[in-house]
Nanobody
Framework: QVQLTESGGGLAQAGGSLRLSCAAS????????MAWFRQAPGKEREFVAA????????KYADSVKGRFTIVRDNAHNSVHLQMISLKPEETAVYYC???????????????????WGQGTQVTVSS
C-alpha cells in the first residue's frame, strides 16, 4: 500500500507561485501514473495534471495548461506540481494520487487512482 503526503501549500497572491510536493512511501512509485487533483469549496474534485512513468508524458487540464508543471522526482519517490500565475479561483485543497501499478498510459479519472494523500490547502488572494 502506498502512502502519499502532500506539502507546499499555503497562501499566495494572485499572479504568484507555489510548488507542491507529494512524497510516496511504502512502495516505489517511479513506474506508476500519478496525478494532482483539486477541490474548491462547494465544488467537485477536478483533475489538474497527470504524469506517466515517462516523465515527458504529461497531461494538463485546459485551465492550467502553460502555468502548471508536473514533475516526477524518482530519486525521492516524489512528484511535484509547480504553479505560476495563480488565480484566486484556484483556491482549493490539492490532492496527489497514484495508480496502484504500472500502466502504459496516464489517467485523468479519479476512479483509476487507488491511493490519495490527505491534501494540502492552497489559498490565492486577490
Amino acid at each position: 500500500q502506498v502512502q502519499l503526503t502532500e506539502s507546499g501549500g499555503g497562501l499566495a497572491q494572485a499572479g504568484g507561485s507555489l510548488r507542491l510536493s507529494c512524497a510516496a512511501s511504502g512502495r516505489t512509485v517511479s513506474l506508476f501514473p500519478m496525478a494532482w487533483f483539486r477541490q474548491a469549496p462547494g465544488k467537485e474534485r477536478e483533475f489538474v495534471a497527470a504524469v506517466n512513468w515517462n516523465p515527458l508524458d504529461t497531461k494538463y487540464a485546459d485551465s492550467v495548461k502553460g502555468r502548471f508543471t508536473i514533475v516526477r522526482d524518482n530519486a525521492h519517490n516524489s512528484v511535484h506540481l509547480q504553479m505560476i500565475s495563480l488565480k484566486p479561483e484556484e483556491t482549493a485543497v490539492y490532492y496527489c494520487a497514484t495508480r496502484p501499478r504500472f500502466y502504459s498510459d496516464y489517467s485523468t479519472h479519479q476512479g483509476d487512482f487507488g491511493s490519495w494523500g490527505q491534501g494540502t490547502q492552497v489559498t490565492v488572494s486577490s
